[in-house]
């Protein structure tokens, strides 16, 4: 597989897959607010009060763990795609995602600060970069 498709399926397949998730399980999120205001209608699962395993995980972060991983490998595209980018790609996304929800702290972006958050996110981007690297690295030996 070319890089090029690769990084854009490791795009675009996770922020699908996480939209998905937001859109069945998270009535509180600014995404699926707007998609309701702009198709008049919403369909949730409602999980409800959970106190841990997968529906958890699912629920609370799983969409931030598809959407950071997504985010390493745009930037990647977007900073030049060559093995010295990558950690450009994953510093550049681990600052956005920290102050992204920092942010959170304050009424410009409504939503709940979470040190969990940040730690999660910044796994999911640690392993977008090491699975970019890999996949640079096995590209320039063939």
Known sequence: MKKKTFCIFNIIFPLLVGAVI???????????????????????IGIGNIDGGLAWLVRYYMSDI????????????????NAARVKTAFVIAVVFSTVMEVIQLSPVI?????????????????????????????????
């Open 22 to 44: 937001y859109w069945f399980t998270s009535t509180d999120v600014i995404f699926v607010e707007a998609v309701r205001s702009i198709w008049g209608m919403s369909i949730h």
């Open 66 to 81: 598809l959407w950071a991983y997504a985010l390493v490998f745009a930037l990647y595209l977007a900073v030049g795609s």
């Open 110 to 142: 409504p939503g709940t600060f979470d040190v969990i958050d940040i730690l999660v996110e910044a796994t999911a981007e640690a392993i977008a970069a090491l699975i970019i690297k890999k996949q640079y690295e096995e590209a320039s030996n063939i």
